[in-house]
């Protein structure tokens, strides 16, 4: 096991009408509120009426921040940090999935910056360090921005979609009602499944084998789809729904992924993905996972037939440990066909191959799984995803 | 699932040579130190003298506590929080396993009484919201107090061991070099195992089935198992110690008990024989655990035989649930045997039955797991583990 440091300090009220618990929560948050959502789902639901009263109840003075996309941009991010510079904000409360939370994190860091959030955060790369203190209300599940310091923030003028983190970033509180998911469309349902695999995916194929991570890591998978194909034939099972929720949350909430290098390859493709296409994060993560694995599986043989074995029951008997390997990688993909996952970037709306070298070009690589890719590899992977 | 609210502010430093990173911990703790820790292992393994030369190197003025018990007494607790309160201390490290951060925590808590803390916590119950920071240097696994609010103290005058809960009790802190385990007796490692194994059965054993804590805890469960095989053959390999170790923490750090009633009667019973009898916490868990289960498996047969099947691997092929699950415990305690723990009180020194009658009665029950249990079900479970 690699060495590491894990803290998480973020506080997870969990449950169904687990919203009652935000004005207590609210007791010990600042006065001047910037209430941030999307486009109004949350109107509809009846959760922004909830949270409008407990606001006032609570004595909160509150501007609005509406239109989150779900790629947040960086202009939004903009207009956000203006709000709560105008409104001496000292408090944010995100109320939707993890587009609206990972938007609030970047405006919660820039409002506290003389300059401009992006230019520190990327241009930069500094490590932000402060931040306005920030709560949650998830109405969408996937990427666990809940509780993690991460954020993905796409900048429209570089076509650059990538990440930060930051320590002060994590909510202080996140407020996880599994009912509130019931009502989500299926495609962003099944969307956010895909997003809980690949974290888990992501943390799994790298090296440092043989780790108690690991072993959890595979729970969690066989959990989550086992709990997606519940959910995905009754979108009412509040246990199905609960596990998904929670899963996720451990998925990318750090527990899973400590004591490994980790991989990331597939998320950074995918963000450059998003960055030239508005494509759903989840949906293009799973359009690309199996055409990257197919083409690295062999650097980590033995933990992809681990992995084919452990999460997907594949038999071995007769068979070479490559052939097991690529039943698992196949599983995986009729699995997210079963679902109703896009497997292939002309499913997410891309209509022609002419923009995938300048994507391959532009993504930026890292170097922690089996295969250092090159820009060629992800040209091929992309076309192979086609 | 069960609603939860879950929050776990310790910062965790793990990894072979994680001392280094101590007095970058130190830094942001307070100046007057209570340095605490055992009956001299640490002195033996070099660990002392590296701690007392980083805390003076960090301008530290330190006050020691030494020869903290295994199972530590409430007059421990009283002369440390004198020795804070003479002191000005405001800041208290511990070093060694369980009951010497046990033993803190109550500590930390009582220096910030104006009452004994046993009457505060204990006769009263309160719920101590205020206590002195502390930071852990961990060189015994098991108890998770590592990261968590839980201490578990014993009171010779009225023989009870009991536990309790502060939010204000988790260390800021707590450094897990798996090599400092290295050279720990075997019967401590085992005692470890075997308390590991019971804090994931308690959560494990109890309703709000189909729940991903449930198939996290198999996991882990099946990941102790295995590693303990490992160190116990060859103490010296650090993958197996260190998946031992961070397991440890994982198995009652509260993350794999959320939306779970819990069970915790062998615990309790547990801590009644701890209180009349000086043994080995891990062991004495070891030794009634069986007998209990064995007790109320019809209650909860599904999950009994659930647990044959997925932890320890019973073939169910023309076998009853109920002999499924008697031989998954029977798996347990043949486990229990092969790693050289206590399946028996005769084990672990208890000559004869006279107090079994005494403990039984007065044993603090729960209703929590499967079955509520009587005191005559308690003493019915001490004879059988005789």
Redesign the interface.
Known sequence: ??????????????????IQ?LPRALETCGKNVLLAYGKGAIKKAGIYDTIINMLADAGKTVTELTGIMPNPTAAKVREGVALCKENKVDFILAVGGGSVIDCCKAIAVGSLLEEDFWEVLYTRGELAVKALPIGAVLTMVGTASEMNGFAVITNDDITVKSGFFSPAAYPKFSILD?TYTYSLPKYQMVSGICDILSHLMEAYFSGED???SD??N???M??IIK?ARIAVSNPLDY?AR??IM??AT?ALNG?LG??KTQDWEVHQIEHQLGAYYDVSHGMGLAAVSASYFRLVFRSGLHKFRQYAVNVWGVETVGKTDEAVALEGISRLEAFFKEIGAATSLRELGIGDQTKLAEIAESTNLLDAGYRQLTSADVKAILEASF
Chains 1, 2 share one sequence.
């Open positions: 096991m690699k060495s590491f440091e894990y803290a998480n300090p973020t506080k997870i009220i969990f449950g169904e009408g687990a618990k599994p043989d780790n108690v072993d959890l595979e729970a969690l066989k959990s709990n246990t609960s596990n929670w899963g451990l527990i400590v004591g």
